[in-house]
């Protein structure tokens, strides 16, 4: 499995941008897909994952929640990650994972993900 994560980049803070990963997999509908960042000197921290299915359930962390959408598009192998209302805190080199059998009490658990993404960064200026 090859993980390709791209669309990272520098925008001003209240900017948006959308990430994308591209899987290198058969049967990419049967793992779910998570996003992690990592800021500079800080550790890598959970951000939002999605259920197997094109419209499955859908996990954020607090620090997100209505400012970031996943989503996947299991006919291109794809998982995206629409930010919106980007904060300077937000700045990270964000990953993409994925994992079979993840169960939803896991997803923010990077330790479930058995494939990662070489990242992409994103700076927010302020």
């Known amino acids: 499995v090859q993980l390709q994560a791209s669309g990272g980049g520098l925008v001003q803070a209240g900017g948006s941008l959308r990430l994308s990963c591209l899987a290198s997999v058969h049967s990419f509908s049967t793992y779910v897909m998570g996003w992690f960042r990592r800021a500079p000197g800080k550790e890598r921290e959970f951000v939002a994952a999605?259920?197997?299915?094109?419209?499955?359930?859908?996990s954020y962390s607090d620090s997100v929640k209505g400012r970031f959408t996943i989503s996947r598009d299991n006919a291109k192998n794809a998982v995206y990650l629409q930010m919106n209302s980007l904060e300077p805190e937000d700045t990270a080199v964000y990953y993409c994972?994925?994992?079979?059998?993840?169960?939803?009490?896991?997803?923010?658990?990077?330790?479930?993900?058995?494939?990662w993404g070489q990242g992409t960064l994103v700076t927010v200026s302020s």
């Open positions: 994972a994925a994992g079979r059998g993840v169960i939803q009490s896991a997803r923010a658990d990077p330790g479930a993900y058995a494939y």
């Open positions: 999605i259920n197997r299915n094109q419209y499955g359930s859908t």
